[in-house]
């Protein structure tokens, strides 16, 4: 079955690449390349729709697969990026006594044992797992203080399923490789090796419980957020226990308002604290749809944000941290060479990028930006911001530019955070809460700034305090004719120069003595066969000759 899986996955992307092969290389080359312009857009959609279809049939990785490629707005057209951001993560449950067999094998024991209760419904069905209700029992309820909580229990097999799908990803990823078109553009077997890191951090479920244990420390003191509990007693790798915070769902307006709570303060909270994540802790839920964040009113009238769901965690590193502050700075003084130098910070640029270039587009992109402050930059049309986000990704998608995994789960968060505080506050304005943040980067930078230039003096200082020794030293021995320079490696490589310029003038000697006997074949037979011959002579030294 898992072979049959592996050929359809690999015939799928065979087609794919016979089809871009024939429309992208062939036919401009026979003069039709207006017919591949033109029918570009409608074979991209088509093709993300049979990806679409294969992935929900197929489920298991492909859905990750689909999501993963939906947000790589940096080497895939918008048209199929487009098409695939609405697939969903809901696949059909898997049988209860499938389920209950896992479990009990992981846990070592009966569930009727490990929980006082355990809903047979799941409350979700995913690709990779799904989630139940139960009750712990009344001695884990003791000791741990919790009684109802939500299991998470991985499909069967899902282990051989995520293995036979990255087996074929890697070797579509090396026949992209092939393809000098790709190549220069797109890292596909780096692209395919970050997605399997992430899709191997998201099927260990000790490694979610951690990171839920550290999310929730980080906001320890923050009465504004919350996440579950982790029953460490009853999680493994493939079943994870948590504690069931079910709320209101950040979405519902409706219960919202029925609550007493105003949507539009929800907005500006949920935003805040998500900007905390990037900003202050460096650690992100990078999945912040409505499914995973709950409101949960307190007994005081006041309420805060739940989360839940950490597989799918952006660390931010130092580099990413960095270049996101040199990326403030640039936006704010509309500098395209700090822009690039932020680029290269994050690891946005491939080897093959050509900045200058790259420099030339930016500065155009953000010319109608020119001038305005971060207030400013608050008041403009977001219709503005979106044109500007369209322009920016088609020359994204025209440059060597590929965003690592960590910086694209890091902008999904930023996405999905806007669009879910739009939805709650039509009027919301995402440079609000940006301000205090850029404010400070902008604060912080100066400071380095005045500490690095205070650092590069003393070090000029000392410098121009040891050049005069120097100088007297280096005079001295000039003086004396101990001065002395070592030319060893120039010599040698002249050396070799001067050998590559004798062969190529025995290569090009060669070509004109064949050429000539060639020519007087017909009227001088002799002199014709005796130059091709004595040809041989430069021939071998061109291609035997010392290098």
């Known amino acids: 079955m898992h072979q049959a899986r592996y050929r359809r996955i690999l015939r799928f992307a065979a087609r794919a690449f016979a089809q871009i092969w024939w429309f992208e290389l062939v036919l401009p080359r026979l003069g039709l390349g207006r017919v591949a312009d033109r029918t570009r857009d409608a074979r991209m959609l088509r093709l993300a729709r049979r990806f679409r279809g294969l992935a929900v049939e197929l489920g298991g990785l492909m859905i990750k697969v689909g999501q993963f490629m939906s947000s790589r707005l940096d080497v895939l057209p918008p048209e199929i990026t487009a098409e695939l951001a609405g697939l969903q993560d809901e696949v059909p449950a898997e049988r209860f006594d499938d389920i209950r067999a896992a479990a009990e094998a992981e846990l070592g024991m009966p569930l009727s044992h490990a929980f006082a209760s355990f809903d047979p419904a799941p409350v979700a069905a995913a690709s990779l797992g799904q989630a139940h209700r139960a009750t712990l029992s009344p001695t884990d309820a003791a000791d741990t203080g919790l009684d109802r909580v939500i299991v998470k229990v991985q499909r069967p097999g899902i282990d051989e399923i995520v293995a036979v799908d990255l ?140 989360f839940i769901d950490f597989g799918m965690m952006a660390e931010v590193p130092d580099t990413i941290r960095a270049g996101l502050r040199t990326l403030v700075i640039a936006v704010a003084s509309r500098d395209s060479h700090g822009l690039i130098v932020a680029a290269q910070q994050i690891g946005v640029l491939l080897p093959s990028a050509q900045t200058a270039e790259l420099e030339r587009a930016l500065t155009m992109l953000f010319a109608r930006f020119g001038g305005m402050g971060f207030n400013e930059l608050r008041d403009v049309d977001p219709r503005e911001f979106q044109d500007f986000a369209r322009e920016f990704g088609d020359t994204v998608r025209a440059l060597p530019v590929q965003f690592p995994e960590k910086m694209l789960l890091l902008m999904r968060a930023v996405s999905l ?131």
């Open 167 to 306: 087996a074929a990803l890697r070797r579509v990823a090396r026949w992209a490789q092939r393809v000098r078109a790709v190549s220069s553009r797109v890292d596909a077997p780096a692209l395919v090796e970050e997605f399997a890191e992430t899709c191997h951090e998201e099927i260990d479920y000790l490694h979610e419980a951690a990171s839920a244990e550290r999310f929730a420390s980080d906001f320890a003191d923050d009465a504004r957020v919350s996440a579950p509990a982790v029953v460490w007693e009853r999680s493994t790798r493939r079943v994870l226990t948590l504690e069931d915070v079910t709320a209101i769902k950040i979405s519902d307006t409706v219960a919202l308002r029925a609550a007493g709570i105003d949507p539009a303060e929800v907005a500006q909270v949920f935003a805040q604290v998500m900007l905390d994540q990037v900003f202050t802790h460096s650690f992100v839920h990078a999945d912040p749809h409505p499914g995973n964040i709950f409101v949960t009113p307190s007994a005081d009238g006041g309420w805060r944000l739940t």
């Open 417 to 547: 955070t806007s669009g879910m505080c739009s939805a709650l506050d039509p009027t919301f304005n995402i440079w609000e809460p940006v301000e205090p943040y850029a404010t400070k980067l902008l604060r912080d930078e100066s400071g380095g700034m005045l500490r690095d230039l205070g650092a590069q003096s003393m070090t000029n200082m000392s410098t121009l305090w040891r050049l005069p020794a120097r100088v007297d030293a280096a005079l001295n021995r000039l003086d004396s004719g101990s001065l002395t320079f070592d030319i060893s490696s120039l010599e040698l490589r002249l050396d070799r120069i001067i050998r590559v310029a004798y062969r190529a003038v025995s290569a090009v000697l060669f070509g004109g003595m064949l050429i000539g006997g060639v020519l007087l074949l017909e009227p001088a037979s002799g002199w014709g066969v005796g130059l091709m011959c004595a040809s041989v002579v430069p021939l071998l030294h061109a291609v035997f000759g010392r290098r």
